[in-house]
């Protein structure tokens, strides 16, 4: 332990790398070194074990629950179902909610879970059992709630596993008003919100969109201001990842190389999104689309293709030191959760690269998964109450203009221009002003201190905003 009180874990490299980048923000600040402490610190750490039956056998599952930070209630963060999950991974997961959600202005504290399995070895029975079993621990040890921790999807699980989770808490928690808010990433008809699916792609899209509309620093990477015509290679073709070049292509970007598990694929003049999906439905795998002009069997290959944009969307630790000097995109944008290590994002940054940091790209998720329990609190759909009124004072407003110029409307532009939003309008409008807010926030900092990088300043950010916190709560008792 150190005289700062911060233990240290030698086996932890991913947590500690996410404490390393903390440091280098607390430069930039004049916290007390306690209170920094606090700030890296796990606050609880639950490690569970639980027997399923598998056949005629029993199963051991190893599972966890970590609660950064309480700075804010409820905690919240996503729960992943993979073989590679450990307490290190949650940790820093866990840890990286926090501070995301205090980059996008998100009032809670940051959590993770996971489950150390292969989704793909179970049935959807046991897959059930397993979701349930570990839902009634989470509710023994009162590491759930709408008012608690609040699980979302994340690797490896989606709406399925979240209504799981939903349905296995009111039924141990019966007449709870406020219980479907227990989890959010749930469909809509168990009081999910709309646009939620896609979220954390979008906000992708809308980080980048905001990174190169600044002719500024374009011009210091040698590119021009603007998303058009701009040339990108996509890692994972997930949730994440399929939105992020999605909505990448639809503003005007080139999708010019797409990497999986089972290897990437690149064609210079760009790829159609949603026919490399069919063709990956037909065939089960990426190679051999036609219109790839290369393709590549390890998918690592892919990333270090020519392009302008590169955004990991997969797994943690996919650039790194030894391949970092072979990518030629001038931006990284980082959809998924530590794509980039300490050293490999020192090294691009060094050479004339930015990083857009992955706590504030892909805060989408939870920027909407906020909106959710926002809605399943209020009990009411966004829009319900005004959507029809703000449409007839519209009309009532365009009926005035019309009689005042001459000028008469058509039914359907009067219909275009009248029409009151809906939910999934009012949610992508809240995911737009969070990210278009949060991203010019981090880049005032960077250049007022001089921090060198976007992640630094994103640090300091959270930080600052963090330390605020404990300080007005103070400690008790």
């Not at 050293?343 to 940091?357: E, L, R, S, T, V």
């Amino acid at each position: 332990m150190t005289k700062a009180g911060e233990v240290i874990f030698d086996d932890y490299h991913f947590f500690n790398d996410v404490c390393q980048y903390v440091d280098q923000a607390a430069a930039f600040t004049n916290h007390d070194k306690g209170l920094l402490a606090q700030i890296k610190a796990c606050n609880s750490i639950y490690h569970l074990q639980f027997p399923i039956r598998k056949g005629n056998s029993y199963e051991i599952i190893h599972a966890w629950r970590v609660q950064h930070s309480h700075h804010m209630l409820p905690t919240k963060g996503g729960i992943r179902y993979s073989d590679i999950v450990n307490e290190d991974e949650v940790m820093a997961l866990a840890a990286l909610m926090t501070y995301k959600c205090a980059i996008v202005n998100v009032p809670f504290g940051g959590a993770k879970g996971g489950i150390k399995i292969n989704p793909k070895n179970y049935t959807v029975a046991e897959l059930e059992n397993i979701t349930r079993r570990y839902t009634v621990e989470l509710i023994k040890k009162n590491f759930i709630g709408p008012g608690i921790d609040v699980p979302a999807p994340d690797y490896g699980t989606g709406e399925r596993e979240m209504s799981w989770i939903a349905d296995t808490y009111l039924t141990m928690n019966p007449g709870s008003l406020d219980a479907l808010g227990c989890v959010t990433g749930k469909p809509i008809a168990l009081h999910g919100i709309a646009g939620r699916r896609e979220a954390t792609g979008r906000g992708v899209a809308y980080a980048v969109r905001e990174c190169v509309s600044v002719a500024e620093d374009m011009k210091a990477l040698g590119l021009t201001a603007g998303i058009d015509g701009k040339r990108i290679i996509v890692q994972g073709l997930g949730n994440v990842g399929f939105h992020a070049a999605k909505f990448l292509s639809e503003q005007g970007g080139i999708i010019v190389g797409i990497c999986e598990f089972d290897g990437a694929i690149y064609n210079a003049n760009g790829l159609d999104v949603n026919d490399v999906v069919r063709h990956r439905k037909e065939t089960g795998s990426i190679l051999g689309y036609a219109k790839a002009t290369s393709e590549f069997e390890h998918s690592a290959e892919g990333l270090e293709q020519d392009c302008d944009i590169l955004v990991p969307a997969a797994l943690e630790n996919q650039i790194t030191i030894t391949n970092v000097a072979r990518i030629k995109a001038k931006i990284i944008a980082e959809g998924a959760n530590g794509p980039t290590t300490p050293d490999a994002a020192d090294y691009f940054i060094k050479n004339g690269g930015m990083i857009i940091p992955d706590m504030y790209a892909n805060a989408g998720g939870v920027t909407v998964s906020y909106f959710e329990w926002l809605k399943n609190l209020s009990h009411v759909a966004f829009g319900r109450m005004d959507r029809r009124y703000d449409e007839t004072n519209n009309l009532n407003i365009l009926s005035m203009i019309e009689s005042t110029t001459g000028v008469t409307l058509t039914p359907q532009q009067r219909a275009m221009i009248a029409k009151g939003p809906s939910e999934l309008e009012l949610v992508n409008s809240g995911l737009e002003d969070t990210m278009v807010r949060s991203y010019h926030e981090i880049r005032e900092i960077k250049n007022v201190k001089n921090t060198g990088s976007l992640r630094t300043a994103a640090f300091v950010a959270a930080v600052d905003k963090i330390a605020v916190s404990y300080m007005n709560m103070g400690i008790w008792p």
